[in-house]
């Protein structure tokens, strides 16, 4: 049941998603870096890990494999928001960080979507 993970919308916004939060952690590189270096890396490589497991998952055999793939991603979406927060509670975002929670909060509702279908049809 291999799909092509280039036809999938979600996918799309979880790449440009990944794209714009490494540009907004780029201009308050010096900030977060010197604040919280694990932090900005680990809210990076979740981010990236939206697009990646879905892409991944879209490449398995089954539809519960790919559903598998996209609760990963789900996962990941939870974990990068949360991140978000916390760098927002720290003063290391302000207001501009806004407009990237509104893109997770979609994806992340996007991808249940997406594994309640896959799911759903055997």
């Keep these: 049941m291999p799909n092509n993970p ?9 790449r440009a998603f990944a794209v714009d939060l490494h540009r907004a952690v780029e201009r ?20 990236m890990s939206i697009p990646l497991n879905i892409a991944e998952g879209a ?3 089954t ?8 609760g ?10 949360q991140q978000m ?7 290391l975002f302000d207001a501009e960080i806004d407009p990237l929670l509104d893109e997770c909060r979609e994806i992340r509702m996007m ?3 997406l594994r309640k279908r896959l799911q759903s049809i055997d």
């Excluded at 519960?64 to 793939?69: V, Y």
């Excluded at 927060?85 to 003063?91: C, P």
């Design 59 to 61: 490449g398995k055999d």
């Design 85 to 91: 927060l916390l760098a927002h509670a720290l003063a």
């Design 28 to 47: 308050r590189e010096r900030l977060i870096g010197r604040a919280s270096p694990g932090l900005r890396n680990q809210m990076l490589r979740a981010s």
């Design 72 to 81: 990963h991603a789900i996962g990941s979406a939870n974990e990068v928001e």
């Design 6 to 14: 280039n036809n999938l919308v979600v996918l799309a916004r979880a």
């Design 111 to 113: 991808l249940y979507g």
């Design 63 to 70: 539809r519960a494999e790919f559903a598998q793939f996209v």
